[in-house]
């Protein structure tokens, strides 16, 4: 095989990789330009601190806006929130019940008829501020309809809502909310307050039962009352406002009042918490929207602040965070209240933000460049048809290698391949295709990275003795592979960028596929190339007769400790894949993946520096030693591992493409330096193990 690859196909493939890189090259345009992050939290939780601190809410407020606290979130009120601030009085009928059998003095409530008292009923009276009343009764309205509320006292004014006043304990949502602690609608001096304190407010109003228009442009309604600007809109519960039917409806209400949609992280780090209505909502909204990312509550009271700030450290530069959720320590620690703790905590975080390049502001969103206004970031789908075809070329390119087609049955088999893949991206957005081709990338260019190697490796047959001379074509070797295998990399970029990927409404699909298939792509493309099976040319028949005849073979002591050494392997590099479950990472690791962040620009990722990359530098080992060549087969599926990886590490749109980049850059550092380990240890043993072969065989 003198000509392995047709230049007509390398030509499609150098013309769409120069497509491709202008393509990343806009992204990353894209992302600088989305450089703004919002150090947000609840304003109810900075109220329990100064509760329990016996501080001044004021006071608490304006300390942790020095810190760096640019944001506060603000949920729907409540009858108790408001009875406990004194703004409206509330008791149940089972309260005036049991007063009035004890002849106590009900206050206000007296002058409630007594056909008009009811057990299951709250009854709501104005307290130091009558207009909070008029605010409650429309909330009461909207919420439960006028078949459950009545105003059944003119003067005094004393309205009655019909339902369950039982309270539940703090943090128990097994349960309905009765009517004390359900939400009603956004407090209008609860956002004039903490607008006034220079805060920016995102409001988190819960979905209606039956939702309608109406009642959605009440909360704008609210919002326009308190004379505030609320920027943006965070879900709150397990809907957004609008689900299901609605949500079209707010999603023009959100555009004409230039509100973004804060999209809070999954706990696992992958998409979105589970919450009905956010895609849609966010198309709706024109994916006019930034990510959040907040530490579970439950996992918080576990860790420590210092476990905590290394979460922050990293989250808004490798998964495109824009509004960092900050929840409050509540327990004092090392002898500091619970002030002192949370404010450094605060300052921390914001160091480490501004550290990395970012400013403190609005939550920053995807934009298009160039606009006017804001627009989403969606190539013209005709940019991604030289990709599609370039990717194209690269499978064709692998199947040429594997079964010998000639130059006439390449292109025709490109040219079919690529027409097809035109056609559906241009009659439709083609996701799914999309995401095939993205696939396609990072399974087959790691492959073609290694054929151009092992064509390095064919053209320098001469056995070499040095380690060093090893050592250096090791080290240009593995730069070459890289730099190959990044071109996939760049096709799977490309052909992926757009809002909805970056947002990651859109995600990856074959995440395991990925890690497996350049694995077993290479496998079969040596077995054959190198004709391990001794078949190549001579029939199925025969090749049966060799599977058959390997799957007869005896099994050694040496034959099982290989075996389940590789299937350890297996299990760990499959199994230490993806978000949830699979194999724990050991704490030493852990302090590693600590020290390395500290050190470099990005982590880079252990399959490559400590499987793929070690891997292949023992492979240019055993070629330039003459090692037998199924070491040399097994060593180079090792090698693939890490050019797999390397190019999996830009499925993850959500990071920026030139962090990917420079992960790639510094797994080939460490792993040049595992490399050279691997090299001199067994380089050195190398004598050692001859010896004691030849002992063998002459006993």
């Known amino acids: 095989?003198?000509?392995?690859?047709?230049?007509?196909?390398?030509?499609?493939?150098?013309?769409?990789?120069?497509?491709?890189?202008?393509?990343?090259?806009?992204?990353?345009?894209?992302?600088?330009?989305?450089?703004?992050?919002?150090?947000?939290?609840?304003y109810e939780g900075l109220r329990k601190v100064a509760a329990l601190e016996g501080l001044p809410e004021d006071e608490v407020l304006l300390q942790f806006k020095n810190a760096g606290i640019n944001s506060l979130m603000i949920f729907d009120t409540t009858?108790?929130?408001?009875?406990?601030?004194?703004?409206?009085?509330?008791?149940?009928?089972?309260?005036?019940?049991?007063?009035?059998?004890?002849?106590?003095?009900?206050?206000?409530?007296?002058?409630?008829?007594?056909?008009?008292?009811?057990?299951?009923?709250?009854?709501?009276?104005?307290?130091?501020?009558?207009?909070v009343l008029a605010d409650v009764e429309e909330d009461l309205l909207l919420r439960y309809g006028k078949e459950r509320v009545a105003v059944v006292s003119d003067r005094p004014r004393i309205i009655r809502v019909l339902g369950s006043t039982k309270l539940?304990?703090?943090?128990?949502?097994?349960?309905?909310?009765?009517?004390?602690?359900?939400?009603?609608?956004?407090?209008?001096?609860?956002?004039?307050?903490?607008?006034?304190?220079?805060?920016?407010?995102?409001?988190?109003?819960?979905?209606?039962?039956?939702?309608?228009?109406?009642?959605?442009?009440?909360?704008?309604?609210?919002?326009?009352?308190?004379?505030?600007?609320?920027?943006?809109?965070?879900?709150?519960?397990?809907?957004?406002?609008?689900?299901?039917?609605?949500?079209?409806?707010?999603?023009?209400?959100?555009?004409?009042?230039?509100?973004?949609?804060?999209?809070?992280?999954?706990?696992?780090?992958?998409?979105?918490?589970?919450?009905?209505g956010l895609v849609p909502l966010s198309e709706f909204n024109k994916y006019y929207a930034a990510r959040s990312y907040v530490i579970d509550a439950l996992e918080q009271k576990k860790i420590g602040v210092g476990a905590a700030l290394r979460r922050w450290a990293l989250t808004d530069e490798e998964r495109n965070i824009r509004v960092n959720y900050i929840r409050p320590f509540l327990m004092p620690v090392e002898g500091k209240d619970i002030m002192q703790i949370n404010l450094q905590y605060?300052?921390?975080?914001?160091?480490?933000?501004?550290?990395?390049?970012?400013?403190?502001?609005?939550?920053?969103?995807?934009?298009?460049?160039?606009?006017?206004?804001?627009?989403?970031?969606?190539?013209?789908?005709?940019?991604?048809?030289?990709?599609?075809?370039?990717?194209?070329?690269?499978?064709?390119?692998?199947?040429?290698?594997?079964?010998?087609l000639s130059g006439t049955k390449q292109l025709a088999l490109w040219g079919a391949l690529s027409l097809a893949c035109a056609g559906v991206l241009l009659l439709g957005r083609g996701l799914l295709l999309r995401q095939l081709l993205a696939l396609a990338a990072a399974s087959v260019f790691p492959?073609?990275?290694?054929?151009?190697?092992?064509?390095?490796?064919?053209?320098?047959?001469?056995?070499?003795?040095?380690?060093?001379?090893?050592?250096?074509?090791?080290?240009?070797?593995?730069?070459?592979?890289?730099?190959?295998?990044?071109?996939?990399?760049a096709f799977l970029s490309a052909i992926l960028t757009d809002s909805r990927f970056l947002l990651e409404i859109d995600i990856y699909r074959g995440v395991k596929l990925t890690f497996i298939l350049p694995v077993l792509l290479t496998a079969i493309l040596f077995i054959v190339r190198y004709d391990l099976l001794q078949v190549v040319g001579k029939?199925?028949?025969?090749?049966?007769?060799?599977?058959?005849?390997?799957?007869?073979?005896?099994?050694?002591?040496?034959?099982?400790?290989?075996?389940?050494?590789?299937?350890?392997?297996?299990?760990?590099?499959?199994?230490?894949?993806?978000?949830?479950?699979?194999?724990?990472?050991?704490?030493?690791?852990l302090k590693m993946r600590a020290f390395l962040e500290q050190v470099m620009y990005a982590r880079p990722r252990e399959k490559e520096f400590m499987i793929g990359h070690p891997a292949f530098f023992l492979a240019v080992l055993a070629v330039y030693r003459c090692a037998p060549r199924w070491w040399q087969f097994i060593l180079a599926c090792g090698a693939v591992i890490g050019q797999g990886s390397l190019v999996q590490t830009f499925c993850h749109m959500r990071t920026p493409v030139m962090m990917s980049l420079m992960r790639a850059v510094d797994g080939y550092a460490v792993g040049v330096v595992f490399g050279i380990i691997g090299i001199l240890v067994i380089g050195l043993l190398w004598p050692a193990w001859d010896n004691w072969q030849r002992s063998c065989l002459k006993q």
């Open 346 to 404: 605060v300052r921390d975080i914001k160091e480490s933000v501004e550290a990395r390049g970012f400013a403190i502001g609005e939550a920053g969103v995807f934009a298009a460049a160039g606009q006017d206004g804001y627009e989403p970031y969606f190539p013209a789908k005709s940019n991604f048809i030289p990709i599609a075809a370039a990717i194209a070329a690269g499978v064709t390119l692998y199947l040429a290698l594997l079964f010998g």
């Open 79 to 131: 009858l108790n929130r408001l009875t406990k601030k004194g703004e409206i009085q509330t008791a149940t009928g089972g309260e005036l019940r049991q007063a009035a059998s004890l002849g106590a003095d009900k206050g206000v409530f007296a002058h409630i008829a007594p056909q008009a008292l009811q057990e299951s009923a709250a009854y709501v009276a104005a307290g130091n501020n009558p207009a």
């Open 168 to 276: 539940l304990p703090e943090g128990k949502y097994d349960e309905p909310l009765g009517l004390l602690q359900a939400p009603l609608g956004l407090p209008v001096r609860d956002m004039q307050k903490v607008s006034a304190l220079g805060f920016n407010v995102i409001v988190r109003p819960q979905n209606y039962v039956g939702v309608n228009e109406a009642q959605i442009d009440s909360i704008f309604a609210r919002i326009k009352k308190a004379g505030v600007k609320v920027h943006a809109y965070m879900p709150c519960g397990t809907e957004t406002v609008g689900y299901p039917d609605k949500l079209e409806y707010l999603g023009q209400k959100m555009q004409e009042n230039k509100m973004k949609l804060v999209m809070l992280e999954h706990y696992t780090q992958l998409r979105f918490a589970q919450i009905d």
């Open 447 to 489: 492959v073609l990275s290694m054929s151009v190697i092992f064509s390095v490796w064919e053209a320098n047959k001469n056995k070499v003795s040095s380690l060093l001379a090893i050592i250096w074509k090791a080290i240009w070797q593995l730069a070459l592979a890289v730099v190959l295998s990044l071109v996939g990399a």
């Open 1 to 42: 095989m003198k000509n392995r690859y047709n230049p007509v196909l390398l030509a499609v493939i150098a013309i769409g990789l120069a497509w491709a890189l202008w393509l990343n090259w806009t992204r990353h345009q894209v992302e600088q330009a989305n450089n703004t992050v919002e150090m947000a939290m609840e």
């Open 539 to 589: 029939g199925v028949k025969l090749l049966l007769a060799r599977l058959n005849g390997l799957l007869d073979t005896g099994l050694t002591f040496k034959h099982v400790a290989v075996l389940l050494v590789l299937l350890f392997v297996a299990f760990y590099f499959v199994g230490r894949s993806g978000h949830t479950g699979g194999v724990p990472v050991p704490a030493i690791e």
